[in-house]
């Protein structure tokens, strides 16, 4: 045998895997065509009985599917091979009366020597394989398909928040990918191979009719044989025929079976049995006992009965004893679990309660925006967002969880910081959102809402809607361009909320790599991490990008001599960041378009102002305040119908204190100071708020 495979030419082709297949594909087209001797037809049953039998071990060993995953067109395959061998043999049935010693053998063996005895079996056989195991796999194999490929959703958002949240590597997301896809092809591709087996065994029907009318003509037309020796020749030599070719389709539908029922365990089907029916030890010996009473029927040949029944009622007690014992065990651990949770230290607990910096909670219809199978995007927003963020504010935005709640509507979700809701909206992904960016004068037909991100007035409307939508002004964009910019602007306004020591500390390792100095002139010696932090904070409450540390740290060097105010420095460094400032709250045209205070409100603000533990706070009388307030919001109001971002322009001195006031009250108010807008910059006045007693209305100019 080592010889033979040692021969170059055996080696050869068992090394080429590539060309066996079209050699099986190419030989059972050829049987088709081509009459093989008797001898041939033996080595090609032997063949086939051969895969037949390694594919039925092959699915019963195995644990995963997709250890097997060419099983669908290794059936294909196969069929083809088998049907080119039934047509082989009949061929060689019908002219010569012979078709080997294989199917001789089957035929005398199975008819005993009684043809009706013979045809019998036959029939009982292909109709077990076509009626109940070509038809249940076939049905199995459908189910199996549809369910896989709806749930594969679910598995890949599954697989995207684990890779969002770092508890897998992009490389394993990708193999957990793939074995995805290729799970999906799989069952899609089992529904259809389960019909080539049954597909089999109705033309093995067909074939065996054909056989034995042809063949009893043949025997006494052409032969010269009578009705009984034909008969009894060609129906012989049908069955053998019938059989050699049923076995083969059997084992294929018994394995196709094991393959699609077995496909949600771990374990191969043999220990899966075994296991399972030894989890119900009550049942075997109930068995036992039942098959004792059958025993005591008359006639029943108690000699053979009575010892099984006490075998399996045997055999359930061990397992029994067996399973008592290892619930004890389990038990045992179980209590000796508690105990030690009893005893865990509060800093082992404490390990538990960590909180995600940022999450998005979903309804389950809006699954599919997470769903890269169903071309969602929204995984693929929220990276580019991180990145915008990172290159406008200057901090790295941590990973943003995702999950599914079904707690929530179907359609809502809810972004979360640190554990706290802060935003709830509700998208219609079946519609899109015409947003009115307060130039539209003419309504809608669609369902109004409030865009969540800015708050415009909008609409959801159905795609048919869009010209006539566009047409008048309305700004349209799907639904996961409204989460997207919905969380962004989020970030922007919460992005102090996510920088932390250690966030802070890796862009000061960065910026030293470059500029060991100007880091090593402060740090730790003239200030605290915390004093930075603090300043830097300051910077991004108000939008204010942190990018540029360089000019940071060079300003708070600059001035350390004067003051170590935190509140105080961040003000210096506004101005040393003017220009980025200026740009931020120019229009189109250049010019900075600002709300400005009467000298005598100015003067009223600066003498208010108190310390606090929080920093310099004005405190206002409360109709003071409710009168400044309401002045504020109205002319705000009136720059955002023409499209503008309102702007405050104050002293340098209430600067800081009056944006704490107003900065939760009127958050996409910007208040500046004249020293951080750059000197040759236009500035208009749009609105001068006085707070007069007389109740004349202010005036806008």
């Known amino acids: ?64 599917p997709l250890e097997f995953s060419v ?17 082989s043999t009949t061929r060689s049935i019908l002219s010569i009366a012979d078709a080997g010693l294989i199917v001789n053998t089957f035929g005398n063996v199975v008819t005993g020597g009684n043809i009706v005895v013979g045809a019998v079996i036959f029939v009982i056989i292909v109709a077990v394989n076509f009626i109940v195991i070509a038809n249940g796999t076939q049905r199995i194999g459908e189910v199996g398909a549809r369910f896989t490929l ?17 508890l897998i590597t992009e490389d394993e997301a990708r193999e957990r990918r793939r074995k995805l896809e290729q799970e999906a092809d799989y069952y899609g591709a089992m529904d259809g191979a389960s019909r080539f087996i049954k597909g089999y065994a109705i033309v093995g029907i067909l074939i065996t009719l054909v056989n034995i009318g042809a063949g009893f003509i043949i025997g006494m037309a052409q032969n010269g044989l009578s009705a009984g020796e034909s008969a009894q020749i060609y129906t012989r030599l049908t069955i053998g025929d019938g059989l050699q070719s049923q076995l083969p389709a059997l084992l294929m539908s018994v394995a196709t079976g094991i393959m699609v029922t077995n496909a949600a365990s771990d374990k191969n089907v043999s220990v899966n049995i075994i296991e399972q029916i030894s989890n119900q030890p009550k049942a075997i ?13 008359s006639g029943m040949p108690k000699l053979l009965l009575i ?99 079904i707690q929530l509507k179907p359609s809502e979700y809810v972004v979360k910081i640190r554990g706290n809701i802060v935003a709830r909206n509700e998208l219609m992904t079946e519609r899109l959102l015409a947003i ?18 800015y708050g415009y007035p909008a609409y959801w409307i159905t795609e048919d809607d869009r010209p006539r939508a566009e047409a008048l002004g309305y700004t349209i964009v799907d639904p996961v361009s409204v989460l997207a910019t919905h969380l962004t602007e989020i970030i922007r306004s919460s992005a102090d909320e996510f920088l932390d020591r250690q966030n802070l500390q890796a862009l000061i390792d960065r910026l030293k790599e470059d500029y060991p100095v100007v880091v090593d002139e402060l740090l730790p010696d003239v200030l605290g991490l915390g004093d930075i932090l603090r300043v830097c904070k300051n910077l991004l409450a108000e939008r204010i990008s942190i990018r540029d540390m360089l000019v940071i740290f060079e300003t708070i060097a600059d001035h350390i001599g004067l003051t170590k105010d935190p509140d105080l420095l961040t003000e210096y460094v506004r101005a040393a ?68 971002r309102p702007v405050l322009l104050v002293g340098p001195k209430i600067r800081l204190p009056l944006a704490r006031l107003l900065g939760e009250a009127i958050k996409d108010l910007s208040v500046v100071s004249y020293a951080e807008i750059v000197p040759d910059t236009k500035i208009e006045s749009v609105g001068v708020l006085e707070l007069k007693t007389d109740g004349n209305e202010n005036q806008t100019v």
């Open 285 to 297: 010996m109930m068995a036992g006992g039942a098959l004792f009473l059958v025993a005591m029927v």
């Open 577 to 644: 960041l003017s220009r980025s400032i200026t740009k931020k709250i120019q229009s189109e045209e250049g010019e900075v378009r600002v709300i400005t205070l009467a000298p005598g409100v100015e003067i009223l603000l600066e003498g208010s102002l108190r310390q606090t533990a929080a920093g310099q706070y004005p405190v206002l009388a409360p109709d003071v305040y409710t009168k400044f307030m309401e002045e504020l919001v109205r002319m705000s109001n009136a720059i955002r119908d023409h499209g503008l």
């Open 150 to 166: 709806d749930a594969m959703p679910g598995k890949q958002m599954s697989i995207d928040a684990d890779l969002t949240n770092g």
């Open 1 to 64: 045998m080592e010889a033979l495979i040692q021969n170059p030419i055996i080696a050869r082709f068992l090394k080429a895997r590539d060309f066996v297949f079209p050699v099986v594909v190419l030989l059972a087209v050829v049987m088709l065509i081509i009459p093989f001797p008797p001898f041939m037809l033996d080595l090609f049953i032997a063949f086939a009985l051969s895969a037949a039998f390694i594919t039925i071990l092959l699915a019963i060993s195995i644990t995963d």
């Open 436 to 453: 009115n960016p307060g130039t539209a004068e003419d309504e809608l037909t669609g369902i109004l809402t409030t865009e969540p991100a």
């Open 307 to 405: 010892p099984m029944a006490a075998i399996m009622y045997f055999i359930g007690i061990r397992i029994s004893s067996g399973s008592d014992r290892v619930k004890k065990e389990a038990e045992t651990k179980r209590q000796a679990d508690i105990a030690t949770r009893a005893k865990e230290t509060p800093e082992e607990v404490l390990g538990t309660m960590g909180v995600d910096p940022m999450q998005i909670e979903i309804g389950f219809s809006l699954v599919p925006l997470v769903d890269t199978q169903t071309e969602g995007d929204l995984l693929d927003r929220i990276t580019i967002i991180r990145k915008q963020i990172a290159n406008e504010m200057g901090i790295v935005i941590p990973p943003i969880r995702i999950r599914d709640n």
């Open 71 to 87: 099983f669908p067109t290794w059936i294909l395959v196969a069929t083809v091979f088998f049907l080119g061998l039934n047509v």
